[in-house]
């Protein structure tokens, strides 16, 4: 979905006009409606993708060729991936020698983490296991357990959720996150003009839209 679709939607929810002659939100020294939103928009898609419930699907996916990827072995025979700059969060991860993909990234400081250093508890090609971590030179990657031996530890596919890009839109979405996103930037624009009331209401608003829990934070 191209950018001007996303302003579109959220000038309806606020119900704000097309263009800038009669807008309630904005004074006479304030910047064009378009560009806040469209400065809100990453926050909006970051909020979304951090607060979703479980089953509510993917929002702004990308696929990543198998082939563009490299995967390197560390002094202590670790897998290792480096992770695109505009990472977020895990989709769908799969080597050849799994059994079955991986579809979440522990934090290194994880119990989950903790087990891969055990070589009773590590995780076997059945339930593979992905940790964040950093490479000698300080990149981001993803630490792949188990590795497996040649052909094995090519990649099949790799998914992940992006961070938001005004220029590319949003992309790979399930049903409802468009609202969460939505509505959440809504919020998040109601509360930059300190219209508070509104802006909860659009926050609520926006959990119910991505099945996320009340209780998390922004």
Partial sequence: MECAELLRKVRI???????DNDVSLLSVDTRSLDD????????????????KGV???????????????????????????????DFVSLVSLQLAGWQSPACR???HSSREAFWQQN???????????????????????ARL???????GAVPKHFIY?????????????ENGMVDAVVYKCASLLYTM??????ANAMLSLALAACDAQSGKKE
């Fill in 105 to 107: 990234m522990y934090a």
């Fill in 55 to 85: 089953n509510a699907g993917c929002v702004n996916s990308r696929t990543v060729t198998p082939s563009a990827l490299d995967i390197t072995v560390d002094e202590d025979g670790v897998g290792e991936l480096l992770l695109p700059d």
């Fill in 145 to 151: 357990f188990p590795l497996p031996d040649g052909e």
């Fill in 161 to 173: 959720e992006a961070a938001f890009n005004a220029e590319e839109g949003l992309n790979g979405y």
């Fill in 13 to 19: 929810v606020i119900n704000e006009a097309v263009d």
């Fill in 193 to 198: 003009f300190e219209r508070y009331d509104a």
């Fill in 119 to 141: 070589e009773y508890t590590r995780a076997g090609c059945c339930r593979p296991v992905c940790v964040e971590a950093f490479t000698s030179g300080g990149k981001r990657c």
């Fill in 36 to 51: 806040s939103i469209l400065e809100l928009l990453p926050r909006a898609v970051l909020f979304v993708q951090s607060n």
